[in-house]
């Protein structure tokens, strides 16, 4: 049976009504399958600023503050003055005071040791070197006599030599004393030699212990080096009074800081931005979970606390860099060994310190909490309706 024509079934105005259902239906399974939805997570993100140092954890009493808001600074300039002790010391004096009296009295100590070290190694050098000069004296005296034994010798030899000549004509007597005189002679010279050896062995080990004194006396500055160092870290690390400088050269940019103010640990105390770094970034704290699908240049949306998204919108931002391994923050994990939550953390650098509503300018100010929409995972509609399904398939 052949059909030119589809049926009408006017008699059944309800199939056309099936027919187009079902093409729709089978349309949307096809949309379903091919077509890929964003799932979208919060994350916590918070507003930094990469030129910025906070000088915070310092406690105690401001007692000074050197420089106020607005104000340039360079590296190492002073700030201001913390007294960290308010209690006295046991003559009555303030614990600062006592702590520097005390400090000042050990480096007095110190010196005094090394210097009545330094006067008897003084003299034991000054000792050597005298006797060194007198045995290079001996040693010169000595060289002149054994010149002088070489050349009586030489002429002993001449004359015994000359009387073996004439022996016939001369007494036995005297050639025997000319050759006893020459044998004497020479056994002085010996002996002068041996002396010069000793003396020569005396010169070095003279030598030997001026160089010890002297090694000695510069180990001796370096332990005073060392003991004034000490005595110092000593103070450092438990004097009352801190003096708190500045990291960077920049410019203060806030300060809560007035003399009397007791600034507690992990209080704010100044702000400092560095110099030409005046851009803010957006720093995400990015859960394990949710870290496979995001990649550098991916657009994020930034809901800020302060501004409900539903009246102020989302500003968007682009991801510059993400961290490859996990760092542990503060934070609530009751899993995680510590206390501490581990994040992955990506950073997306702000267009603009502000973003505009309705013709309306809004600063954006470093510190500012705000939420982040990610896209975590894509999904076809298929797959996101059916995921036990798809889970069995893929086993």
């Known amino acids: 049976m052949q059909f030119s024509q589809p049926p009408q079934f006017s008699d059944i105005p309800a199939r056309s009504i099936a027919y187009v259902a079902s093409c729709v ?21 918070e507003i930094v600023a990469p030129g910025e140092v906070k000088i915070e954890r310092a406690s105690g009493l401001v007692s000074q503050v050197f420089v106020a808001a607005d104000t340039p600074v360079s590296v190492g300039t002073p700030l201001f003055t913390l007294e960290r002790d308010l209690s006295l010391a046991q003559d009555g ?3 600062s005071h006592a702590w520097a009296r005390e400090q000042a009295a050990r480096l007095e100590t110190v010196d005094m040791r090394a210097a009545v070290v330094q006067r008897e190694l003084d003299g ?3 000792s ?4 060194l000069a007198t045995r290079r ?11 002088q034994a070489q050349l009586q010798i030489e002429r002993g030899a001449a004359t015994l030599a000359r009387l073996q000549a004439v022996a016939p004509y001369v007494e036995v007597d005297r050639i025997e004393r000319a050759e006893a005189d020459l044998a004497q002679r020479r056994t002085q010279l010996a002996q002068r030699r041996v002396r010069q050896g000793e003396i020569a062995t005396d010169i070095g080990a003279t030598r030997s212990a001026i160089d010890a004194a002297r090694a000695e006396l510069a180990r001796l500055e370096l332990e005073q080096r060392h003991d004034r160092q000490d005595v110092r870290a000593a103070f450092e690390k438990s004097r009352s009074t801190v003096v708190v400088a500045s990291p960077i050269e920049g410019v203060v940019s806030f300060s809560q800081l007035m003399p009397g103010r007791y600034l507690r640990d992990g209080e704010i105390a100044m702000t400092i931005s560095a110099t030409g770094q005046r851009r803010l970034q957006a720093m995400l704290r990015i859960p394990s979970r949710q870290r496979g699908f995001m990649r550098a240049g991916q657009v994020v949306r930034l809901k800020f606390d302060a501004f409900p998204y539903a009246r102020f919108g989302t500003l968007a931002v ?34 603009e310190p502000f973003f505009t509503v309705r013709g309306q300018r809004h600063e ?28 069995a398939m893929r086993g």
């Not at 100010?365 to 896209?375: H, Q, S």
Request: aromatic letters at 8%; proline letters at 6%.
């Open 364 to 391: 954006i100010l470093a510190g500012m909490r705000a939420t982040a929409a990610v896209v975590v995972e894509r999904r076809s509609i298929a797959e996101w309706l059916l995921p036990p399904l798809f889970e």
């Open 137 to 147: 004296h001996a040693q010169a005296i000595q060289q002149q006599e054994i010149a």
């Open 128 to 131: 050597l070197t005298a006797t």
């Open 25 to 45: 239906v089978i349309g949307f399974c096809v949309f379903a399958f091919f077509c890929q939805v964003e799932l979208k997570k919060d994350v916590s993100a």
């Open 124 to 126: 034991r050098i000054a």
């Open 93 to 95: 004096s303030v614990r």
């Open 318 to 351: 682009q991801l510059e860099r993400l961290s490859d391994n996990t760092v542990a923050s503060a934070g609530p994990a009751p899993d995680a060994p510590g206390g501490l939550a581990e994040h992955y953390l990506a950073y997306a650098v702000l267009p």
